[in-house]
């Protein structure tokens, strides 16, 4: 049974850094996509970046690109968000999610795998 766990999350002002762990465990085989996704009070659940952890490439939304970064330790079976120059609107709970093959890298729909959340709060 996949199984994915995150951790890191806490409250830091405007300007500061975080990172997000997310351990993915119970894959067999096969390449996988990781996402993190965050959901802020009132709005709608979003992507904010993705990888394929088997050729390594990446995304990003572009609220975040130049400030957020994902990346895998492959050993560890981790998925990292380092997220540097956090704003307010960063503010929001986050999830990673894990998917087979999603059509699209930022739709919750496709990803069938989440773990428990972390909340990052961002002050001014």
């Known amino acids: 049974q996949v199984r994915l766990v995150e951790s890191g999350g806490g409250s830091v002002q405007a300007g500061g850094s975080l990172r997000l762990s997310c351990v993915v465990s119970?894959?067999?085989?096969?390449?996988?996509?990781v996402a993190w996704l965050r959901h802020a009070p009132g709005k709608q659940r979003e992507g904010v970046a993705a990888?394929?952890?088997?050729?390594?490439?990446?995304w990003y939304t572009n609220s975040v690109k130049g400030r957020f970064t994902i990346s895998q330790d492959i050993a560890k079976n981790t998925v990292y968000l380092q997220m540097n120059s956090l704003k307010p609107e960063d503010t929001a709970m986050y999830y990673c999610?894990?998917?087979?093959?999603?059509?699209?890298?930022?739709?919750?729909?496709?990803?069938?795998?989440w773990g428990q959340g972390t909340q990052v709060t961002v002050s001014s």
């Open positions: 999610a894990a998917a087979k093959v999603p059509y699209n890298v930022f739709n919750q729909y496709d990803y069938n795998h």
């Open positions: 119970g894959y067999t085989s096969g390449t996988r996509y």
């Open positions: 990888m394929n952890t088997g050729g390594s490439r990446t």
